[in-house]
């Protein structure tokens, strides 16, 4: 049977996972192999834990820890856990005794290690069957089912699932949240690597006329601060998920999402006073892939620049959007002849070809992550242009913005312009601050528009611009996503429907 796109995609990737957690030389200390040097901090007296006779009743608390422990091999010293891999007699021993329990607490735990699998499917399987009594085909389906019906979870279950990632890789053990503090660790899913995607902690930019590696059609997200504009291209940003730069004399950091169908901009200052640095946790939350801060470890969300998980969540700390057009390379340079955008040499070796990056996502139809349900009021791959306007959170479908090319309503006290310059040239929000625009005209650099009063006002990334009085109207903070990714980031967002 041939697999749909989607599943070969994550086949490969957790199978260069599995190879490099079972070889040398993939940043893993020790050979995967070598027999433990130290005994793990679990016994399993005699052949098998003892076993209830009725299936759904309840173990104590302490042989459900005891089985969850045997299953990944928990060490005290997570890095060691690596040693029982490929699993063995004790791991097999132990889902044995979780199939024989019927103890609904393990259903979540088991799905995790099947959407993991290190070696583990079949048994994993055979125990989540019986300790649940439902079958579904894949693990993405096993996640959509308890995260719509949850079922009850084991005493310690962060630790646990940080300690089952830490076989991935060893910092997820401090990236799942112990205890509630924002997303619950249930609905983080592991996202297919680990935490050493290497970002663009400094960006290297050229002057987009010096630019020779771009087509005119090529995807870029263009910001401009204090007159200084900057472009990142879809095909660099979507290999290191974080861009760290600073234009107009502010330090900026974008963060390229590529479940979300889109990037944001952000000023690096957080509403603590604080400047972070940014990595990918390679966590997803509703098909949202995470990020998070070296400096606490929290976990971020792309899309609403917050704080969701960690210690900052607690604090609700936040980042100060800004805005961030979507557009063609073509549209941006024409534009901004002499503005800055990444250089290709940026000091990693990836195929920065046009959607190399994106091959695993696109086409789908659906998130290519679990998520627990969808906002009917659009398909879900619908890409949308978000904005705040007053306190009330609107999208906006950007094909019917890029027809229509002038939108112009008032929410929340907020009069807001919506300006295109065509399909597939990007949408660009501005608070009109109750002035009314009626036509829109020109190309390129010199596209503007019009007020009812007959004034000519240019525009571009950051404000809109009288050409006789030199009045000004602010670009308002937007960006491009999917609709479920905007709809799950601000659930409680209105839609304009043309």
């Given at each position: ?15 260069l996972v599995v190879a490099c957690v079972f070889a040398t030389g993939c940043g893993f200390a020790g050979d995967a192999r070598a027999i433990p040097t130290e005994e793990a901090v679990f016994r399993l007296g005699g052949a098998s834990t003892p076993r209830p006779e009725a299936a759904g009743s309840l ?440």
């Amino acid at each position: 049977m041939r697999l749909p796109g989607a599943c070969r995609s994550r086949a490969f990737v957790r199978g260069l996972v599995v190879a490099c957690v079972f070889a040398t030389g993939c940043g893993f200390a020790g050979d995967a192999r070598a027999i433990p040097t130290e005994e793990a901090v679990f016994r399993l007296g005699g052949a098998s834990t003892p076993r209830p006779e009725a299936a759904g009743s309840l173990l104590p608390a302490a042989e459900v820890e005891q089985a969850l422990r045997s299953v990944i091999c928990w060490y005290e010293d997570a890095s060691k856990a690596r040693a029982c891999l490929p699993p063995g007699e004790t791991t097999f021993r132990a889902l044995d005794s979780i199939a024989a329990s019927g103890d609904r607490r393990f259903i979540t735990p088991l799905v995790d290690m099947l959407w993991l699998d290190l070696g583990w499917e079949r048994p994993v399987r055979e125990a989540l069957e019986r300790v649940s009594g439902e079958r579904y085909a894949t693990a993405a389906e096993w996640y959509t089912a308890i995260q719509r019906d949850p079922p009850p979870l084991p005493e310690g279950y962060g630790e646990w699932k940080g300690r089952l990632l830490s076989l991935v890789d060893t910092r997820f053990l401090n990236l799942i949240p112990k205890e509630a503090s924002g997303v619950p660790p249930e609905r983080l899913v592991w996202g297919l690597g680990d935490t050493r995607t290497p970002t663009l902690e400094s960006a290297r930019t050229i002057r987009a006329n010096e630019e020779r590696y771009l087509a005119a059609t090529d995807v870029v997200f263009g910001v401009r601060v204090n007159g200084d504009s900057h472009a990142y291209p879809e095909r660099v940003l979507s290999w290191h998920g974080v861009a760290q730069d600073r234009a107009g004399g502010v330090d900026v950091v974008v963060f390229h999402c590529v479940p979300c169908g889109g990037a944001a901009a952000y000023r690096r200052t957080a509403s603590d006073g604080k400047a972070y640095t940014f990595g990918v946790a390679n966590l997803v939350a509703e098909s949202r892939r995470l990020v998070f801060d070296t400096e606490t470890l929290s976990l971020w969300d792309p899309v609403s620049g917050r704080a969701i998980a960690g210690p900052l969540a607690a604090k609700d700390v936040s980042l100060t959007a800004l805005p961030t057009a979507r557009t063609s390379w073509g549209e941006w340079k024409d534009r901004y002849p002499t503005g800055a955008v990444l250089a290709l040499d940026t000091g990693f070796v990836r195929d920065y070809a046009e959607g190399a990056a994106l091959r695993g996502e696109g086409g789908l139809e659906r998130p290519q992550f679990p998520i627990a349900s969808l906002d009917p009021r659009m398909p879900a791959k619908t890409r949308v242009i978000g904005v705040n306007l007053g306190g009330v959170w609107r999208a906006y479908p950007v094909d019917a913005i890029e027809q229509a090319r002038l939108v112009q309503e008032t929410v929340a006290g907020v009069t807001v312009v919506l300006v295109s310059a065509g399909p597939g040239k990007g949408v660009l929000a501005y608070d009109a601050q109750g002035t009314r625009f009626d036509r829109l005209g020109g190309s390129g650099a010199a596209l503007e528009v019009s007020d009812r009063d007959g004034g000519r006002w240019f525009l571009d990334d950051e404000r809109l611009l009288n050409s006789r009085n030199g009045r000004a109207r602010p670009a308002l903070p937007a960006a491009q996503f999917w609709w479920f990714a905007w709809a799950g980031a601000h659930p409680d967002t209105t839609v304009w429907k043309p």
